[in-house]
């Protein structure tokens, strides 16, 4: 094939996968060397682009069941450009959140307990929005525990009052007004939780979903 030719079989998508910086200069290897043309991961019958290829192999593991063999109704995912999932939380003692100066870009730590959830494990967040000191209540990303050896405040305990994030794979309809078990996609224990979906909006990278009366089991 002349390098137009390859050139018209090549995405187009300039991503340097393959190793060069435009399909253009990797059409003008390909002419020279035809077998590197399966360097790039779009053409028919290749392998997947690894976004998708990784969708692909989690959808396969999805077995509906939590890590203690428990039926859960859908998965909540994180939203796109996020570090981890969305939570509203309020801390024991709301006050706390303007003595503490809690602002946007903080690092959080603490436990849910009491009437949200109980869990047994200490969470980490990144603040994302402005803090809502009249009511006392924060939201926040999730991430890993190494963020708040760093710069990490410590909220001591606090309520989960709504998990938001996005569903992309459900066994169910869902229906604004309805309670369901749902797991948590970054759930450090894979366990399912149970909630009240009292928002639904279809996105292009899913349905935007919002949980509330939440609890764990």
């Known amino acids: 094939m002349t390098q137009k030719e390859i050139l018209q079989k090549l995405p187009g998508k300039n991503c340097g996968l393959c190793g060069l ?12 060397d035809p077998d590197a043309i399966n360097r790039c991961i779009y053409i028919d019958g290749k392998a997947k682009p690894a976004d998708e290829t990784a969708a692909e192999a989690f959808k396969n593991e999805i077995t509906w069941k939590d890590h203690l063999d428990r039926d859960y109704d859908f998965i909540l995912d994180k939203f796109p450009g996020e ?28 436990r849910p307990a009491w009437i949200s959830c109980g869990c047994p494990v200490t969470h980490v967040g990144v603040v994302v929005e402005d803090p809502d000191y009249f009511n006392g209540t924060v939201i926040w990303c999730i991430v890993g525990p190494m ?8 909220i001591g305990y606090y309520n989960t ?7 992309k794979h459900s066994r169910t309809t869902l229906e604004i007004g309805r309670r369901y078990y749902f797991q948590p996609r970054y759930c450090m224990l894979q366990w399912r939780h149970c909630g009240l979906v009292n928002a639904l909006a279809k996105t292009k990278d899913g349905i935007h979903v919002r949980v509330e009366g939440l609890w764990i089991g």
């Open 147 to 154: 963020q708040a050896r760093q710069r990490g405040i410590n």
């Open 161 to 167: 009052t709504a998990y938001e994030g996005l569903v």
């Open 21 to 32: 910086k435009s399909c253009e200069a990797f059409a003008e290897i390909v002419s020279k």
């Open 83 to 110: 570090l981890g999932p969305r939570e509203t939380i309020i801390l024991f003692n709301p006050t706390n959140v303007e003595k503490l100066k809690i602002k946007k870009g903080d690092v959080l730590y603490g």
